[in-house]
């Protein structure tokens, strides 16, 4: 009988932050760089899918989706695993919203916390659509993701500037994150 070697540690490098920063652009520009994948943004499809009406007690399906969606890019990716939001997002909305969030959802934003946090600043023009609704708070909205951050004592990296800038700060600190766990 022949030895099975344990499957390799694939890292999760999470993209959070307000509306409109870019997140889903340099997701995807991150896993053709590395040659693996990115997840989906389930709280976008689901919100888009309901017209944009979401109520307290949609935080549980999106959480399950958002979960769902992030383990289907693990167990795909290589190496790495870059992951467009994830439930730290969804504990900040649900608190911004209804001043309140799900222990279990908090609990397994936790458990479930990514290597890396790539928090996208704001300093890029906002784009309206029908899933986005706080162009207006931008400010207040991306204080909410460094405090939550900061909260949960994750590690993360603030990608500012121009697209190429970001994906440059943003390529510098992956390969960081993976020299690091290559010698853990």
Partial sequence: MEAQLPPARV???VLTGSESTGKTTLAHRLAEHYGTVASREFVREYALARGNQLGFADH???ARGQMAAEDAAVAEARRVAFLD???VSTVVYCAHYYGQCPA???EAAASRAGDLYLLMNIDVPWV???ARDRGDRRDE???LFRDRLDAM???YVEISGTWDQRF???VAAVDALLARLKTA
Avoid: K
């Fill in 11 to 13: 890292a999760r490098v």
């Fill in 60 to 62: 549980g399906p999106i």
């Fill in 85 to 87: 939001t994830d439930l």
């Fill in 104 to 106: 279990w959802i908090a």
């Fill in 128 to 130: 309206a659509d029908p």
């Fill in 141 to 143: 909205m991306h204080a």
């Fill in 153 to 155: 004592g994750l590690p």
């Fill in 168 to 170: 440059a700060a943003a």
